[in-house]
Nanobody, 118 residues
């Protein structure tokens, strides 16, 4: 059974940076790993996805050019480097996994809070 654990959240001023980490156990080889976020009163939003097997990435328009998703398969870890943070990036950030080719992210971490002040 896969387990995911996020870390690295915190409070930062606008324009600052944070790096989130997601450590996973028993991640299947054909996994697509994603970062999502949800702000209070808002729908959950997909931020970035990376394919475990080849590192291919996809980003939401709202974070392109500012956020970078990466991975270290030897350490079973995915990262989300967040630069030029804006107050609207404030949210709980979640790591998730699905089998590439399927639609549903079936495995989720507990989340890590990111707060950006103006």
């Amino acid at each position: 059974h896969m387990q995911l654990m996020e870390s690295g959240g915190g409070s930062v001023q606008a324009g600052g940076s944070l790096r989130l980490s997601c450590v996973g156990s028993d991640i299947f080889t054909t996994a697509c790993m994603g970062w999502f976020r949800q702000a209070p009163g808002k729908e959950r939003e997909g931020v970035a996805i990376i394919k475990r097997v080849d590192g291919a990435t996809v980003y939401a328009d709202s974070v392109k050019g500012r956020f970078t998703i990466s991975q270290d398969n030897a350490r079973n870890t995915r990262y989300l480097q967040m630069n030029s943070l804006k107050p609207e990036d404030t949210a709980m950030y979640y790591c998730a996994a699905r089998l590439c080719g399927t639609q549903e992210f079936s495995e989720w971490g507990q989340g890590t809070q990111v707060t950006v002040s103006s």
